[in-house]
């Protein structure tokens, strides 16, 4: 079969039936709509399915075969008929379980397939083993818009575009409906005041191509408020700038006034939509009026900017918003205040208030009402008003102080109280006009979801009034929050989508929300966080299984774009087919970078100075593992901006949202970029590693409990870096490339015991002085490797033995023993072989370790059958006893078997090596300038390292007076008991 003719086919189909969608002033109507897509169903669907098939080919390299199917693809082959019938299952899996029950059915896909002909398929599928399903795993993209829709990307758009894996938002279109249905029946205790939610997780992470996929299964209006950008970084999708204006709040106004201004906006949108939506509501379903609507919105949508339909929608609605702004009557007041110190922090402000404003019997949502009572003109008769005993106050950083002074600032606020309420009604009647145009759906529940608006960038929303005070004391976020609450018995929802992970603007207190007066209900629906992660891994499987499971294949870009977000692989996808363009040179605004520098860039905060300063911690972070201390502010805000800036992730929000549970996953990618960026720095990693550790230590970012462990990953990822050889081409792996493991000990331990550890013997041997003894470490492991550019967490103990670990090593990256794991705190998977040679679980062995900081160094026993139970097969284990500081000559020596201790055959091939302290005379990798930063690093973290007198030991006397139970007071104190009584006479006996 000539498949190029067969494409071409395909696509001159798509070319005679696929015709543009009119502008925003002729939509078109559903019937019309619907005899088109009716009538050529059939040819719709093969053109899907083959498009779909062509994408899944590039992708993950499965359909090798034009003509035939090969084993494995007849699981996503079935998915991909099932997707484009709308019929469940909606995943893999399920299909691959159901073929095994109806082998029958293979024969005729293997027809369809060699013939191009899929429709005919649909007869064979009984609607009692499948129900219709509006997700699509390889098509959440409308058909009609398939055709243009290729893996074959040149431009972020089309890397936005590529196929959705997994139904994530099926998922979370269900999440929602079910907090849409609490809200009926918790008592108001944990009932949510209103129907929002916050999207919060770093960049890349999938956050707007989520929503974007949500749009298609349920009527959707997106708003993008993204700012403007730094030149010559490229991003997807584009803003809404007549939308992004309209929200822009450069001036002081009241909270009332803005949340008139919300009100207004939604009705503004809501009644520009409803005609619209109308045309699409006719005989179609409720997925399906979602589709075309979205399909509608992006039609003539570019990299650089949106189309032509949903700009003049948002023109029609900021023009008709501002219309009915212009008839609320607002004036300018002056106010001023008494000197005073209040908290900033915005959820604290209304305690803060209480006092004062308890005088006058009003509360900060009520004082617009009162000013306006007592003492206010319109604009038009008379200068600002002036109002006494209002606060007027600088801005500061959130749980900061500030001392506020004597001043006055003009503020906008309403002239008539009970416009708000109008504005309330009008909004109501706006909703429910869209309500009626928008398509039912007869299963779902009655308390379902209709409608979604999402804000994507929404931490613009976020900032702070430029003059808090109590008439404009919150953020333009709580105040539509405050305005939701109209609409909470309503059937839409709204998703703010950010970076921002500060849990005090995004997420308010539910016991301080300014919403809580007048709201039913107490909670605020936790934040969303979990997204696509590790997508394209199994497609890495599949073409190291097809080509060679090796070292050299393993540490390539196109491998390593493979695990993490899924970003890395699009865009990586996106570069190739940039370059390999002929005749059609991509317009520069549009190229794309190479993966490892776009990856830096991100690490990096793209190079804003005001973000720049973490990026060193950001990258020490992602190579060897930080937990932060979640106890402390301090630690809080540096994980914030860690998730807002650079990359880290956001495992979890609590209800409680105290703090966050982050962490940096394995991801190649970004580990590589993390070495880039570390080499970058004053000193490299060698220095800047501990530098910026033990500063971290000082401040309060980093728990005591992890610092020994942490500083043995610092050290064995510094010998990584320092073994790595030089001058590297850029476009190549630096850091994610494999080591010689001989290569890799000689730069961690001091010149001095080279000789110690490449001589060393298994633990059940005789010590020999000889290098060349056979059963010498440097002779065992000369033809072995270790590949690791990061550390990842195991979650469980399986990870670690021999059959599993070889994943490890495929994905680059050394272990970090989950707390409480028997014997081994680390390990680091060794390849027993050359970088071409096949990698197999019979090839695997381990450098096991353990960290201890302490300073009465015990015989430590560890079990080499955790990671390489085969005894035949050689393995390391190293025990760092950081904390032993004695002058003791043999800093780093191999154990032997003690006296008096049976000999077990595990340890016949087991080399155990001990090193004793953390300076330069133990470790290659330090030296006398950056022994001082691991001594923050490994301190003991008591009392007196917080203590700022501790250089007057008089005083420090008196804190440890403090401490009872300490050998100097406890000896003193009973030395008492054994002097005779008569010695002592007290005043204080009777």
């Given at each position: ?49 083959h ?15 034009p ?25 893999v ?23 191009n ?6 007869s ?38 590529l ?21 009926a ?80 906006f939604?009705?503004?949108l ?64 002056e ?22 404003l ?95 608006v ?42 703010f ?77 996106l ?29 990096s ?12 911690l ?12 979640s ?66 230590c ?17 050290l ?8 790595i ?7 190549d ?18 010149k ?20 060349n003894?056979?059963l ?72 096991n ?26 393995v ?5 006893e ?47 300038r ?31 007076q403090?401490?009872p ?26």
């Amino acid at each position: 079969m000539d498949t190029q003719n067969s494409d071409s086919r395909i696509d001159a189909m798509a070319d005679q039936h696929l015709r543009p969608i009119s502008r925003l002033t002729s939509p078109p109507s559903s019937a019309t709509y619907r005899d088109t897509t009716t009538n050529n169903l059939d040819w719709q669907i093969d053109l899907a399915v083959h498009e779909q098939i062509r994408r899944y080919r590039e992708t993950s390299e499965g359909f090798t075969d034009p003509t035939t199917l090969g084993l494995h693809d007849y699981s996503p082959f079935l998915h991909i008929l099932l997707s484009a019938f709308r019929l469940e299952p909606s995943d893999v899996k399920s299909c691959s379980k159901y073929l095994g029950n109806r082998l029958d059915l293979l024969t005729r896909l293997q027809s369809a397939y060699a013939s191009n002909k899929f429709i005919e398929l649909r007869s064979l599928f009984s609607p009692d083993d499948f129900r219709p399903a509006p997700v699509k795993l390889y098509d959440s993209i409308p058909l009609s818009r398939s055709a243009n829709n290729s893996n074959k990307s040149n431009d972020l758009k089309d890397s936005f575009e590529l196929t959705y894996e997994g139904d994530l938002p099926q998922l979370f279109k269900n999440s929602l409906n079910k907090n849409a249905r609490s809200i009926a029946r918790l008592s108001a205790a944990n009932r949510a005041h209103n129907k929002s939610i916050s999207i919060i997780q770093s960049s890349g992470m999938g956050k707007s191509r989520l929503v974007d996929e949500t749009s298609n299964l349920l009527f959707t209006i997106p708003i993008n408020l993204r700012e403007t950008i730094t030149q010559g970084a490229l991003t997807y999708p584009p803003a809404d700038a007549n939308l992004r204006a309209y929200f822009d709040y450069s001036g002081n106004i009241s909270d009332k006034v803005m949340q008139a201004e919300h009100a207004i906006f939604l009705s503004a949108l809501f009644d520009a939509v409803a005609p619209l939506a109308e045309n699409f509501k006719q005989d179609m379903t409720a997925v399906e009026q979602a589709m075309k609507w979205a399909e509608w919105l992006k039609e003539g949508q570019t990299t650089m900017s949106v189309g032509s339909n949903r700009r003049n929608l948002y023109n029609d609605v900021v023009i008709e918003a501002r219309e009915r702004l212009s008839k609320v009557k607002t004036v300018l007041i002056e106010y001023n205040t008494e000197p005073e110190e209040i908290p900033m922090d915005i959820d604290a402000l209304p305690t803060a208030l209480k006092t004062r404003l308890s005088e006058d019997k009003t509360t900060a949502m009520e004082i617009d009402t009162t000013l306006m009572e007592s003492n206010a003109t319109s604009m038009t008769t008379g200068p600002p008003m002036k109002a006494d005993n209002l606060m007027k106050t600088d801005a500061a950083p959130m749980g900061m102080k500030t001392t506020v002074t004597m001043a006055r600032s003009p503020i906008k606020v309403l002239l008539e109280p009970g416009v708000l309420y109008s504005l309330f009604s009008a909004l109501g009647k706006s909703w429910s006009r869209l309500q009626k145009a928008l398509a039912t759906d007869d299963k779902g529940h009655v308390n379902d979801n209709m409608c979604f608006v999402y804000f994507d960038e929404a931490h613009g929303l976020t900032k702070p009034p430029p003059k808090v005070g109590p008439l404009c004391r919150m953020s333009s976020y709580h105040n539509l929050c405050k305005v939701l609450v109209e609409l909470c018995d309503k059937p839409v929802f709204f998703i703010f989508l950010s970076t921002n992970s500060n849990l005090q603007q995004l997420a308010p207190s539910p016991y301080d929300h300014p919403s809580l007066r007048v709201s039913q209900g107490y909670g605020i629906f936790p934040a969303f966080t979990e997204l696509p992660f590790d997508v394209f891994v199994e497609s890495a499987m599949r073409k190291l299984a097809r080509d060679k499971v090796s070292l050299a294949n393993v540490c390539t870009a196109d491998i390593m774009s493979r695990f993490g977000r899924s970003m890395w692989f699009a865009h990586h996808r996106l570069w190739l087919n940039q370059q390999q363009e002929e005749g059609t040179p991509v317009p520069v605004q549009q190229r794309v970078k190479h993966i490892f520098l776009f990856a830096l860039d991100k690490i990096s905060a793209h190079g804003i100075e005001k973000k720049y300063g973490a990026s060193g911690l950001a990258a020490i972070g992602t190579r060897v593992g930080i937990n932060f201390d979640s106890s402390t502010r301090s630690s809080n805000l540096m994980e914030t901006k860690l998730v807002e800036s650079h990359m880290r992730v956001v495992y979890a929000i609590p209800e409680h949202r105290e703090y966050m549970r982050t962490g940096s996953p394995s991801e190649p990618i970004l580990a590589e970029a993390a070495g880039r960026r570390l080499s970058e720095l004053d000193g490299k990693i060698m220095e800047a590693g501990p530098k910026i550790l033990a500063e971290s230590c000082q401040k309060g970012f980093i728990a005591r409990g992890e610092r020994g462990e942490l500083c043995g990953r610092l050290l064995l990822t510094i010998a990584h870096d320092l073994a790595i050889p030089k001058g590297l081409d850029a476009q190549d792996p630096n850091y994610h490339r494999p080591i010689p493991v001989i290569d890799f000990l000689c730069a961690l331990f001091a010149k001095s015991h080279r000789s110690t550890v490449l001589g060393a013997t298994p633990i059940n041997s005789d010590p020999s002085t000889s290098l060349n003894d056979p059963l010498a470490l440097g002779k065992r492991f000369e033809n072995a490797y270790v590949s690791f550019s990061h550390f990842e967490l195991a979650r469980d103990s399986n990870v670690l033995g021999a059959s599993l670990l070889q994943y490890s090593l495929i994905r680059g990256c050394a272990i970090q023993a989950k707390e409480g794991q028997v014997s081994i705190d680390a390990v680091i998977p060794i390849h027993m072989g050359g970088v071409t040679d096949m990698i197999t679980s019979s090839t695997m062995s381990a450098i096991n370790v353990q960290f201890k900081n302490r300073k009465d160094v015990k015989y430590c026993t560890v079990d080499r059958s955790i990671t390489v139970p085969d005894v035949g097969q050689p393995v390391i284990t190293i025990v760092f006893e950081l904390g032993d500081e004695s002058l003791r000559p043999a800093r780093v020596h191999a154990e032997k078997l003690r006296d008096g201790k049976p000999q077990d055959a595990s340890d016949d091939l087991h080399y155990l090596l001990v090193s004793r302290g953390h300076g330069p005379e133990t470790f290659g990798v330090v030296d006398a300038r950056t022994r001082p930063w691991y001594d923050i690093i490994l301190g003991t973290g008591d009392v007196m390292d917080d203590f700022p007198r501790a250089d007057e030991p008089e005083l420090v006397d008196y804190v440890k007076q403090m401490m009872p139970l300490r050998d100097e007071h406890t000896t003193k104190h009973l030395t008492v008991l054994d002097t005779p009584a008569t010695e002592y006479h007290e005043e204080f006996d009777d």
